[in-house]
């Protein structure tokens, strides 16, 4: 069965200092997201991608964060300069395009990857 | 402001016995609700979808009931198993939004 890859698995960081995760969504799905995700929490939307443009951005702390999908495929978040808030789990997930009903939205079930948990020191 | 409230406190329940969650939010015109399960250190994994014109699905085990005037979905596991232990999701999407809007989880413990 097909499955999201991220990387890397845990990532331990000093702040001030730059990262990166890498996320490879299931083959033909057009749409990723990047959520984070503290302890005891949802998963909060930070960005959405569909193919390589961002349809939504509006809770990404552009001042520090910055994600990319230049091919429309795989993606790149990056924090820089992380701080000690931003220690969670930031999870990627994609979905295919499924039509809704009667001219309805999308119902966007989404595949999460298994995450990333950082830990800013 | 828009809010969505799951059972604050974790759920215990004995092996066998249903299991209920509840999802209950305020200023939200959702077009449908997901639920979906998380294990520690894991991604959250789908399991259903009901649609704002829907009272009830199922799902083997499963079954979840959408109200939309009390504005509340509940979430059964029939039968519980000490592997149905995790952190259960809602996450709703209102018709004008493109993106879903997770609650914070209930944590359910099923015990042998």
């Known amino acids: 069965e097909a499955e999201v890859a991220q990387s890397p698995r845990y990532k331990i960081t000093e702040k001030s200092q730059a990262v990166a995760f890498w996320c490879d969504p299931i083959?033909?799905?057009?749409?990723l997201y990047w959520y984070r995700q503290i302890l005891g929490q949802g998963p909060e939307l930070l960005v959405q991608?569909?193919?390589?443009?961002?349809?939504?951005d509006s809770q990404l702390p552009k001042d520090r964060f910055s994600a990319e999908r230049l091919k429309g495929v795989d993606s790149t978040l990056k924090i820089q300069p992380a701080e000690l808030g931003d220690s969670a789990m930031y999870l990627c997930?994609?979905?295919?395009?499924?039509?809704?009903?009667?001219?309805?939205?999308?119902?966007?079930?989404?595949?999460f990857g298994p995450g990333t948990r950082l830990t800013v020191l | 402001s828009q809010k969505i409230e799951q059972n604050s406190e974790a759920l215990n329940i004995q092996e066998g016995k249903t299991a209920t969650l509840t999802c209950n939010y305020t200023?939200?015109?959702?077009?449908?609700l997901q639920w979906y399960r998380q294990d520690p250190g894991r991604g959250p994994v789908f399991l259903l979808l009901?649609?704002?014109?829907?009272k009830e699905k199922r799902k083997e085990r499963l079954k979840v009931t959408f109200d939309t005037t009390l504005k509340q979905s509940l979430f059964h596991i029939t039968a519980s198993q000490p592997a149905d232990s995790a952190t259960y999701l809602c996450a709703l999407r209102s018709g004008s939004a493109r993106q879903l809007t997770f609650g914070s989880g209930t944590q359910l413990t099923v015990l042998p």
């Open positions: 200023n939200y015109s959702p077009a449908y």
């Open positions: 997930a994609s979905s295919a395009n499924t039509p809704g009903l009667a001219g309805g939205p999308r119902t966007d079930t989404q595949y």
């Open positions: 009901i649609r704002e014109n829907e």
């Open positions: 083959s033909g799905h057009a749409t």
């Open positions: 991608f569909q193919d390589e443009s961002v349809v939504d």
